[in-house]
């Protein structure tokens, strides 16, 4: 129950970069709500640690998804999403970045979901049929999107992402997820020329 709910609010961010691909907000304003969540995110993060009524709360509410890490004082899993949001943007052109962004929402929530469900090969913490699993939906979504990033360079970005999310770096793949895939995408395109 508690990775459906992790992997609730994970898909929810999916808002940030459709409303940056759809509503077309200047790449500074996106940076900017990204970073207010950031702030605010952190102030939870601290309030979670430190705070008599925020460690109460937390407690009651959200303690049950968090992972051992995360419990022991780590960030959560949702700080990072908004780290590794604002990062990519601010490195990326902007489809590049939201295509990077989706496979981490959908690729890595589809991998955990997929390989808790069927666990196969298993990877440290990780499955070879979650990352297959995860590569599924990164590659309908290359395909729905292939107007904004041809389809071929965004096949690439999704195979480096999922490599990514099944092996065992210590890095959060919140943040390692959307920079290698859009490194890889960035690179295939000619965005480096």
Do not use: C
Request: net charge positive; hydrophobic share 50%; proline share 4%.
């Amino acid at each position: 129950m508690s990775e459906y709910a992790r992997k609730g609010i994970h898909l929810s961010s999916s808002f940030i970069p459709l409303f940056y691909l759809w509503a077309s907000p200047t790449k500074e304003f996106i940076l900017g709500f990204i970073g207010s969540l950031i702030l605010f995110s952190l102030l939870l993060e601290y309030g979670r640690k430190n705070i008599t009524w925020g460690i109460s709360i937390f407690n009651t509410y959200f303690n049950f998804m968090l992972r051992k890490h995360e419990s022991k004082g780590a960030l959560t899993g949702a700080s990072w999403v908004l780290i590794g949001m604002f990062i990519t943007i601010f490195i990326f052109q902007k489809y590049i970045a939201v295509l990077s962004i989706l496979f981490m929402v959908f690729g890595d929530t589809f991998a955990a979901l997929i390989g808790k469900s069927i666990p196969m090969g298993q990877i440290g913490q990780k499955t070879l049929s979650g990352s297959f699993g995860g590569l599924v939906v990164i590659l309908a979504i290359s395909f729905l999107l292939r107007d904004y990033v041809p389809f071929i360079p965004a096949v690439g970005g999704g195979i480096v992402a999922m490599i990514v999310e099944v092996l065992p770096i210590q890095l959060d793949d919140n943040l390692t997820i959307p920079l290698s895939s859009g490194l890889m995408m960035t690179f295939l395109t000619g965005g480096f020329a």
